[in-house]
């Protein structure tokens, strides 16, 4: 184990490098370029982007703050923390993984309600708060509440005298059973099955959009468009992503149901299940790269933002000639 842990460590701390600084340099580019205008009375589509955007940012941001202290605890072994920071620390960890899934599913719902269908007229701001409130609430505050009230920290004492705390929910196996498949269901599946249906559609609207506008031209069949191709490889790429980073976390968490009271995990079961523990960081880590670094809208607005320009007045005191005479 001291092998794997040695290598989980150095994951974390690449993670760690590369996910910090990028959600911050995305928070502070897209803060200092300002979300929105104030001239518009209507938020406009890319507007709402960018904030979501500037949103799951500051979500990833907050769970890759938590990395220390987690791979610490897997490190070691012990959670050398102390009590209040273990109540803290691990709920603020369970609460960022969730609202970063609910975030990119909104986005992907209200990108396809936009795009692909005919209530974009009628789409306003606030509408999209009623899916963020419920995704919320029952996808985000009932699980991290639920973990937050199962949640202990103790020691437990290995002969001869090794001293071991521990930061962990102490569930009986039905109550375990319950939440983790309810967590399974509103973390992963839900979500995961709306991002899929929106981008699948997504692409076949523009698919067809291209197809009708081949025929009202009279075009002959050619070589598709090359943005219909960056739509498809940028949907592509985030949901391979997704699903690599998140399937494997919620597969081995769900394991326990499968294997019973009576099983035990397997040396090979313990190393993977200490990999995809890792995955929602990289799944942090990565998000700025897919979401805004790689968005030409973002690009464009943090680096085409007018430069301040300071105006240097030079001021002369008047000077009566006269008494110089």
Not at 68 to 94: D, K, L, Q, V
Not at 193 to 200: D, E, F, G, S, W
Not at 212 to 223: D, E, I, S, V, W
């Amino acid at each position: 184990m001291s092998s794997a842990k040695d290598f989980m460590t150095v994951v974390y701390i690449v993670v760690c490098l590369v996910g910090t600084p990028g959600n911050f340099w995305i928070i502070y580019k897209l803060f200092r370029a300002k979300l929105w205008s104030g001239a518009s009375v209507q938020l406009t589509v890319s507007q709402r982007s960018r904030i979501y955007i500037f949103a799951l940012a500051c979500s990833d941001m907050i769970l890759l703050l938590t990395l220390p202290a987690s791979a610490s605890y897997n490190y070691h072994g012990t959670w050398i923390f102390g009590s209040i920071p273990c109540y803290t620390i691990r709920s603020i960890e369970f609460f960022a993984k969730l609202f970063s899934v609910v975030l990119l599913t909104v986005m992907s719902l209200e990108r396809y309600i936009i795009v692909c269908t005919r209530l974009r007229h009628l789409y306003r701001a606030w509408m999209s708060l009623v899916p963020l409130a419920v995704g919320t609430v029952f996808g985000v505050l009932v699980p991290t509440i639920f973990h937050f009230l199962y949640l202990e920290h103790f020691s437990v004492t290995f002969p001869p005298s090794d001293v071991t705390w521990v930061c962990l929910p102490m569930m009986s196996n039905d109550v375990f059973n319950t939440f983790a498949q309810y967590t399974f269901v509103v973390g992963f599946i839900i979500p995961f099955a709306i991002m899929t249906a929106c981008y699948v559609m997504l692409v076949r609207h523009v698919k067809r959009k291209y197809k009708r506008r081949r025929a009202a031209t009279m075009a002959q069949p050619g070589k598709e468009p090359r943005y219909m191709s960056e739509v498809r490889k940028s949907i592509w790429r985030i949901a391979a992503f997704h699903f690599v980073c998140w399937a494997p976390f919620w597969s081995f968490t769900m394991l326990p149901n499968f294997i019973g009271d009576g099983g035990e995990e397997s040396k090979s079961l313990i190393y993977c299940r200490l990999v995809s523990n890792c995955l929602p960081y990289i799944n942090a880590a990565g998000n700025w790269i897919l979401y805004a670094l790689l968005n030409v809208d973002v690009r464009k607005h943090i680096y085409n933002q007018p430069k301040k320009k300071r105006k240097f007045m030079l001021k002369f005191n008047p000077v009566n000639t006269s008494s110089m005479c």
